[in-house]
């Protein structure tokens, strides 16, 4: 039985990038501070088994994986659509301040491209007005990037980068006049294929800032084994190995991006499926992507009396969190809602991630080691409930630099 995979290379001119890297750099404009490269080279093939055991000795190749089916995480709670205005139901924006982006400038963010790979975008809303858009669809059967039937995309794009909206404000890094919207995920969802081939082709557009808020699908990964009539027994290893590789898909990618000397920060969300406050109560951990080494995953916080805590929805063994309840945010149409999810907490790391590349590059100091360090750093457990594990919010909500 063949099956598609994805096949995942180093480009031949990252060892050249990590020579350049070694040799002295002198400060020139404001876009040499933002450099990016590509440093990624990805193919999708049709390969038996053995046929993909024996691609796995080729040492040029840095991984391979069976193509499994991803889905949006989505949302636990959406809210009614509100009145830009403030006529309709109201929020505080709890979370910019909470992250401190309140604190911050209106221009802050200037210079760093910031990628999306969701639902799409809708492009004409008033929250992303001076800002260029440059976009693609991955999915089948969709029209472009711009077409968002869900609204996921949009919303999480407006916490990152959108403009105030009658007089609200609701995004953490309003200086952000360029944005790369990847299409991964539509009615028929999306594939890891898709999703690595996105992340290959935002660093190209020059991303400095790579948000996701979507998992592997493994149950409909099994389904389509069973509808191929794959015995049981044999379709549950199949799924299991190809969750395993997947994985390691994700962890080279991310290796990939960091050796290249990319100042590029990949971010996504830790899922939804957990319930704290069931009878009984359980948790899941984080699924990739937001698994996968040198991904930076996001668990989602909510207010509480005792202070911020772990979401009841939220995933367990995240590295950061930020707030994920209640945020509004843009809508197509031109309106603002409310969303709740690791879904919403991811934009607002993306967000926090945007400022701290804007003030690394103003030093020169924009490097994928001293980003990273940088945004998972400034996690405090300040603010939150004294009760919570690292488990649930790993090292704690991430901080804009003041």
Request: aromatic content about 6%; hydrophobic content about 40%; charged content about 20%.
């Amino acid at each position: 039985m063949k099956q598609q995979f994805v096949v995942l290379r180093e480009a031949e001119d990252v060892r050249t990038f990590r020579v350049l890297d070694a040799l002295p750099r002198r400060i020139g404009s404001r876009a040499n501070l933002f450099r990016t490269r590509g440093p990624i080279d990805v193919s999708v093939t049709e390969l038996s088994d053995r046929e993909w055991r024996k691609l796995l000795s080729d040492r040029n190749v840095t991984a391979a994986a069976p193509v499994m089916p991803m889905k949006l995480i989505e949302p636990v709670k959406r809210g009614v659509e509100t009145d830009p205005g403030g006529g309709g139901r109201t929020s505080d924006s709890w979370g910019i301040a909470a992250v401190k982006a309140d604190l911050v400038g209106d221009d802050a963010g200037e210079g760093v491209v910031v990628a999306v790979l969701d639902t799409g975008i809708d492009r004409g809303h008033p929250a992303f007005r001076c800002v260029q858009i440059t976009g693609r669809n991955f999915t089948a059967g969709e029209i472009d990037a711009f077409d968002d039937d869900d609204g996921h995309g949009t919303h999480c794009a407006g916490t990152i980068f959108g403009r105030d909206v009658g007089g609200r404000r609701i995004g953490i890094a309003r200086g952000v006049t360029q944005a790369v919207i990847g299409k991964v995920v539509g009615p028929g969802g999306g594939s890891s294929a898709q999703i690595v081939e996105a992340v290959q082709w935002a660093i190209s557009e020059g991303a400095h800032v790579i948000s996701m808020s979507l998992g592997i699908d493994f149950p409909a990964y099994i389904k389509r084994l069973r509808k191929l009539d794959v015995p049981e027994p044999r379709a549950y290893s199949m799924g299991l190995s190809a969750y395993r590789e997947n994985l390691r898909l994700f962890d080279r990618l991310a290796a990939l991006v960091a050796v290249s000397g990319s100042p590029t920060l990949l971010i996504a969300a830790a899922g939804n499926e957990s319930q704290r406050d069931g009878n009984p109560p359980f948790e899941l951990d984080v699924a990739p992507p937001a698994a996968a080494d040198g991904f930076v995953s996001v668990a989602a916080l909510e207010r509480s009396p005792s202070g911020l805590r772990a979401a009841s929805f939220s995933n367990s063994g995240a590295e950061v969190a930020a707030p994920g309840v209640d945020i509004l945010s843009a809508v197509p149409g031109g309106g603002l809602a409310l969303m709740s999810g690791t879904s919403m907490a991811t934009p607002h790391v993306a967000g926090v991630a945007a400022l701290w590349a804007e003030n690394l590059a103003s030093k020169n100091r924009l490097r994928a080691s001293y980003f990273r360090t940088s945004v998972v750093g400034s996690a405090t457990l300040e603010g939150i409930a004294k009760a919570s594990g690292s488990d649930e919010v790993g090292a704690g909500i991430v901080q804009a630099p003041i």
